[in-house]
């Protein structure tokens, strides 16, 4: 598996912010429900850990909130890690309009 990371900064509070990341995968689910299956989550405190499976590749990864900031760490199989560069602008396109004020 491959590594991507992101670096988002905000200026939401830490509760606005946490309440848009989770609520993130609830959307998911619900309007790619016929792609996206398999969706795990788990929060611990400002730490999350995610995992789901897209057109047959699982993905998974990790959320850590800090003040002012998000950090997204994720993983993508070899076999789509050609993809790597387009999947963080994606991820950072929609986050940064995920946590736009």
Same mark, same amino acid.
């Given at each position: 598996m491959?590594?991507?990371?992101?670096t988002? $900064? $905000?200026k939401?509070?830490? $509760? &606005?912010?946490?309440?848009?990341?989770?609520?993130? *995968?609830t959307? *998911?689910? %619900?309007?790619?429900?016929?792609?996206?299956?398999?969706?795990? &989550?788990?929060? %611990?405190?400002?730490? /999350?850990?995610?995992s789901?499976?897209?057109?047959?590749?699982?993905l998974s /990864?990790?959320?850590?909130l800090?003040? /002012?900031?998000i950090?997204? %760490?994720?993983?993508?199989?070899?076999?789509?890690?050609?993809?790597? /560069?387009?999947?963080k602008?994606?991820?950072k396109e929609?986050?940064?309009?995920?946590?736009a &004020?």
């Amino acid at each position: 598996m491959r590594s991507i990371q992101v670096t988002l $900064h $905000h200026k939401l509070s830490e $509760h &606005e912010a946490m309440s848009r990341i989770k609520h993130l *995968l609830t959307k *998911l689910k %619900h309007d790619h429900k016929d792609k996206v299956s398999n969706i795990n &989550e788990e929060w %611990h405190a400002r730490h /999350g850990k995610f995992s789901f499976t897209v057109l047959g590749f699982d993905l998974s /990864g990790s959320v850590d909130l800090h003040p /002012g900031s998000i950090e997204i %760490h994720g993983k993508v199989p070899l076999a789509i890690s050609i993809f790597r /560069g387009k999947i963080k602008e994606v991820i950072k396109e929609k986050a940064n309009e995920l946590l736009a &004020e």
